[in-house]
């Protein structure tokens, strides 16, 4: 749409959401003689006035010689929010007006629909006014109005794609450059998507220079032919031509050797093709770039350039499979918002840079970009690290027909009402138009839970018409069948394994993709292996998207410390508080056992040990594995015994036995082999030696006899305490609580009552599946268990046994606690509860001490470095360091962590390595060691407001149940990872004072 007057029943308008704004293109860069020669950008310092409603904002603020001398400063690109005008406010499905005020699309509110008013001045050369000027805003939300010197330049909405417009006619030596940004408009209800509402200009402002000679667009195809390995590259160019001059194109390999090149009179060389022979083929094992270099020439001077990374790939589907470069293909994929938790969704390279290398690291080979086109630099990074990517148009209206859960799409949009048709087609073209050269691009996405129509549909039609070469992707038609043809391929949310199975089974025409699944909120993840078992049973499950790569959380200084915000912590209502934390990673980038767990199941490369040696298999379509080598490490107790290292190089999709001479074990205690694959050299992403993946075969030995002399105790009766005392040691216990006292040299360990513990802090997945009402019950069994009998007896001179027998209350089960002290300053530890089919769920079982502060050295043999529980237990067994402190998840909503299964042994030192350790007798023990109990866990809302305590919580546990992972909102923890009701249960341990 062309305009001169504005006026603000565009807001309200659907059918207008662009007003002179020039078409999409391809976000080739152009310059000159080097890069950025022909642009300019504006970001920075920006002069900035704000009104709640736009009855309360400076209309003529655009206007020359308008004074901002009274006017405050803000960034750009930057949001609003975050400049400390507006609250922040987050809010998943629910319309955030929700409550406020009663709306229908397409108005929005009169009052809450804040404004910011924004200018700028720039000047320009004398060589830079004799070119055609365009101005670029990369990103802006939700609406905006730009005037150049005081006329009006256009309007547009789409938050997520650039928006240009010519302002050539307007411009002079000195400029002012007005811009009026609106919260909300008719596009608001286009852009639900389950995030933090934020506004303003918050990608880049740039100024592009337009000389007599322009390529405007291109568009690069490919015809590759996989049995001669050769292509064929297709190249279309736009270009405005305002004078007569040659236009030369060249393709580079990767080492920037010339592979072809065309000559040409510019007007007539707009199609093009260049051949290659002994093509190198891109995937994101090996993101083979070459680069296309055009050049617009007049009389044998440049005038203009650009380059073109170009990855050859043939992707396409064969008898229902998915298939790149004729190889059945599995998204090992994670949704990603952009978000930085100081800036919101200001993105800067950097950030960028560290997200694209931690996903290499973790063996994520697949991104979703969910919900929105994001930052035109995170597809180069896709290209040139290797990711498959689903492009996702900026499309999301799930509170239009998904209320509190059920499907009520009476008012939804945009459905197939044709005025909002054109409106999600040109969000579908202006993605397409910006992104479609980059090879990492396999899918293209007509948004997010939007339900479907023929408007949805119309978006796939434009996708296949100009972009044959991809496939198209949309999960809402999950919900209305009829338009089954808005999508290539089957796609779902949080199916649950058993689902998805029986779909595959059903003979499918369509293959299966998660295109979000394992809702990685809070502690969570678990039973992530159950759907990647999927992938070689059934050639159509091609795999999935975790939800999702980062916290959502905003940072915030509060008394010196660094505080993580989340819903409703800025009396943002509607809210839906914590549940913008799904990260793989924290939000500020922290690691978790979450990413560790997709970091080994998502590996290329699966390794097994056996008594005589290794097993590799090799899951890649294309990497031989030669770029690895293989480090064999048995240790002992966590000491190194030997380290051998070999070269590794097997065929994709291969297997092999390796045949390798395990040191033979020589004394008692743990042994595991460990093979090990890693990179030899050092990589764009990680430094050579960052292990890959991993194999490991662990063993317990205690056939070599040790003769240990025995040491005398004392036992001490007394009216209400028992004591017993040996050579530097002493323990005590209370008749009617329970061990007490553990003393070495006169030093106390404990600070508090040892006693049977069941419960542990809910997760965000126990709360969604209603959880609470079973767990609070055995919070209150825990706490009020009392002891029914306490009996003692020295069984030998170096031995005496204390035996409890605890009532459990509100389940009225009874549970045996019994402590054998021996002479050698050990304490044998046997607890046990017979099975009771009858029983509800129980969340945990073991032992609760609690250990003097000073004791915090922490050293554990057993799954580390992260989190670990039986659904998610894939971490290396090894010897690690630590504190309490550090054991501490900063989930947004505290909860339970710190949890290590396939413990082997830990220890709690002071500084002077006095404490206690640890020692599971014939199988691993759980254990975690931390600053709370579960229960302040479980009472806290952040992790500001835990209590201080001076001691140090120690759970030594024989069983957890799982925590779940495939949704946060009613999903129960699989059968398999509860703790089974019709076995007796039973703690069996060794305590010794160092």
Same mark, same amino acid.
């Given at each position: 749409m062309n305009a001169q007057? *504005?006026? !603000?029943?565009? !807001?309200?308008? *659907?059918?207008?959401?662009?007003?002179?704004? !020039?078409?999409? &293109? #391809?976000? &080739? *860069?152009?310059?000159?003689?080097?890069?950025?020669?022909?642009e300019r950008s504006l970001d920075g310092t920006w002069k900035f006035s704000f009104a709640a409603n736009p009855s309360l904002r400076q209309a003529d603020f655009y206007q020359e010689g308008y004074n901002t001398q009274n006017w405050d400063d803000i960034q750009v690109p930057g949001h609003i929010q975050f400049a400390g005008y507006l609250n922040h406010h987050y809010t998943n499905t629910i319309y955030p007006w929700d409550g406020h005020e009663f709306l229908r699309p397409p108005y929005v509110s009169k009052t809450e629909n804040a404004v910011g008013s924004y200018r700028t001045n720039f000047s320009l050369s004398p060589e830079e006014l004799s070119k055609d000027v365009i101005l670029t805003f990369e990103g802006a939300e939700c609406a905006f109005y730009v005037w150049v010197n005081g006329q009006f330049v256009g309007y547009s909405e789409d938050s997520f794609t650039p928006a240009h417009f010519d302002i050539t006619p307007y411009v002079k030596e000195n400029n002012t450059l007005a811009v009026e940004v609106y919260q909300r408009s008719s596009a608001s209800w286009l852009e639900d998507q389950d995030f933090w509402r934020f506004f303003g200009i918050f990608r880049s402002v740039v100024l592009h220079f337009e000389d007599k000679m322009h390529i405007e667009d291109v568009k690069v195809t490919q015809d590759i032919n996989l049995e001669s390995k050769s292509a064929v590259l297709n190249v279309a160019m736009e270009n405005k031509l305002r004078e007569d001059g040659t236009c030369k194109a060249v393709l580079l390999d990767g080492d920037q050797k010339e592979v072809s090149c065309l000559s040409g009179e510019a007007k007539e060389l707009n199609e093009f093709s260049l051949n290659v022979e002994k093509v190198h083929l891109w995937s994101a094992e090996k993101p083979y770039l070459y680069t296309l270099k055009l050049a617009l020439e007049h009389d044998g001077n440049i005038v203009e350039q650009s380059e073109i990374a170009v990855g050859f790939r043939k992707f396409e589907m064969k008898d229902g499979i998915m298939t790149l470069n004729g190889k059945r293909i599995v998204f090992r994929g994670v949704n990603r918002h952009e978000f930085n938790p100081y800036s919101g969704r200001v993105m800067t390279r950097e950030m960028m840079e560290q997200d694209a290398k931690f996903m290499k690291r973790h063996n994520i080979n697949a991104v979703r970009t969910s919900h929105y086109p994001n930052s035109s630099y995170w597809y180069e990074l896709a290209d040139r690290y290797g990711f498959y990517l689903i492009d996702e148009a900026n499309l999301e209206s799930h509170g239009s027909w998904q209320k509190l859960g059920a499907v009520d799409p009476e008012w939804n949009v945009p459905g197939s009402k044709p005025e909002w048709k054109e409106a999600v087609v040109d969000r579908a073209r202006s993605m397409y138009e910006r992104d479609k050269n980059h090879p990492s691009i396999f899918i293209w996405s007509c948004g997010n839970e939007s339900y479907a129509g023929e408007d949805i549909l119309a978006m796939a039609d434009f996708y296949r018409e100009n972009d044959p070469d991809r496939l198209v992707h949309y999960e809402g038609c999950v919900y209305t069948p009829d338009f089954d043809g808005c999508t290539d391929m089957h796609s779902r949310m949080y199916a649950k394994p058993a689902d998805i199975e029986e779909y595959l089974k059903s003979n499918p025409k369509k293959p299966f993709i998660n295109c979000e699944y394992m809702h990685a909120m809070g502690s969570s993840l678990g039973n992530l292996i159950e759907y990647l078992d999927l992938e070689k049973k059934y050639p159509k499950y091609q795999g999935g998207f975790i939800w999702d790569f980062c916290d959502q959380a905003i940072a915030i200084e509060k008394d010196g410390q660094t505080i993580f915000c989340y819903g409703g912590d800025f009396s943002d209502y509607p809210t839906d508080y914590n549940f913008c934390g799904n990260g793989l990673v924290l939000a500020d980038r922290s690691l978790t056992g979450k990413s560790q767990e997709t970091k080994q199941l998502y590996a290329p490369v699966k390794l097994t040990v056996t008594e005589s040696g290794f097993t590799v298999e090799n899951e890649s379509l294309f990497d031989d594995l030669s770029n690895l080598a293989l480090v064999c490490t048995t240790t002992l107790d966590g000491k190194v015994i030997e380290t051998k290292r070999m070269d590794l190089n097997i065929a994709p999709q291969a297997t092999k036995e390796i045949a390798f001479a395990w040191p033979s074990p020589n004394a008692n205690g743990i042994w595991i082999n460990t093979v090990s694959a890693v990179l030899k050299n050092e990589t764009e992403w990680a430094p050579a030696g960052y292990e890959i993946s991993f194999g490991q075969k662990v063993a317990k030995i205690d056939s070599f006899k040790q003769e240990v002399p025995a040491k005398s105790l004392t036992l001490i009766e007394g009216d209400g305490n028992i004591g017993v005392k040996g050579e530097g040691f002493a323990a005590m216990f209370a008749i009617q609580k329970g061990l007490i006292s553990l003393k070495k040299d006169g030093q106390e360990l404990l600070k508090g009552t040892a006693r049977p513990d069941f419960f542990r802090a809910l997760t965000d997945n126990d709360m969604g599946a209603g959880y609470g009402s079973i767990m609070g019950i055995w919070m209150s069994a825990g706490v009020f268990a009392t002891i029914k009998t306490c009996t003692w007896k020295q069984k030998a001179e170096d031995e005496v046994v204390v035996s409890y027998v605890y009532n459990i209350p509100f389940v009225n089960e009874d549970c045996i606690l019994e402590y054998a002290v021996h002479g050698n300053g050990t304490m044998s530890v046997h607890m046990e509860m017979k099975a009771n089919p009858s029983r509800p769920m129980l969340p945990a079982f073991g032992l609760r001490l609690y250990v003097q502060p000073e004791f915090n050295q922490l050293t554990y043999l057993a799954q580390g470095p992260f989190d670990s529980y039986c659904d998610r237990n894939h971490q290396k067994i090894d010897l690690y360091a630590s504190t309490p402190s550090a054991q501490y998840v900063n989930y947004l909503n505290p909860q339970e962590c710190g949890n290590h299964v396939d413990t082997? #042994?830990? #220890?709690?030192?002071?500084?002077? &390595?006095?404490?206690?350790?640890?020692?599971?007798e014939n199988t691993p023990l759980q254990f975690s060691a931390l600053e709370y109990t579960p229960e302040e866990l479980h009472n806290a809302d952040h992790k500001e407001k835990l209590p201080v305590r001076n001691d140090i919580v120690v759970r030594i546990l024989s069983e957890q149940m799982g925590i779940g992972g495939d949704d946060s909102w009613g999903a129960p923890v699989h059968d398999q990872w509860l703790i089974d009701s019709n076995k007796d249960l039973a703690l069996d341990c060794t305590i010794a004072l160092i």
């Open positions: 007057n *504005p006026t !603000l029943d565009w !807001l309200e308008t *659907p059918e207008v959401f662009a007003v002179n704004r !020039l078409k999409a &293109h #391809s976000d &080739h *860069p152009v310059y000159k003689n080097k890069k950025g020669d022909l082997w #042994s830990f #220890s709690l030192e002071n500084k002077n &390595h006095q404490g206690l350790a640890v020692q599971a």
